[in-house]
């Protein structure tokens, strides 16, 4: 019997288990292994294998669900859209937004994730770091707003995501937990 035990730091785990087992690490993929995978074992096209790869951000599990469900990165798309014009809309048309999202939990989830790797993508082209970033279809708009919005206050944005997810974790009210967030949301003037 062979027992696979998944930990993301050793120290969380009791001296006498890791005294016991064989520690592999597990690491994220680069995007050159996503792409030539993607390329070779599910022949996906040299353009799209690099899209996805990037949007992957080291995951090669997400990477294989892109190329099997096509809607992903259709919904993926629609969302950072959407995310983009936030900073621009009113606070009511905010709640709004957040009450759907926290209709499904699960949802909510991965919507926090995504906006996350938005984020991040903005504070680094706020610190002109674009060839860094996860989204690189939407690099223009990134540059855009991230002139607009600044480093401090992209960097805010991170932590407030972060605190959300927490707290998500931790079983608060989804709804409250987005209208938090979407309060702390930066306003920028159109």
Known sequence: VVLLLTA???GLLLPTILSRVQQVPMHLLTSLQIKTALEQQWEVETEEATLIAALAAGRMGWAVQAVEDDQ??????????ALAKLPMVSKVQRFEIAQRISS???????VLELWLFWWRDMVLAANKCLDLTVNVDMRNILKQQASRVGTVEAERMVRAILSTMEAL??????????EVLMLDLPAIKS
């Open 104 to 110: 499904d939990s699960a949802k909510a989830r991965s």
């Open 169 to 178: 974790d931790q079983n608060v009210n989804a709804r409250s937990a987005l």
């Open 8 to 10: 993301p730091d050793p």
């Open 72 to 81: 992903l990165l259709v919904e993926r798309k629609a969302q950072l859209e």
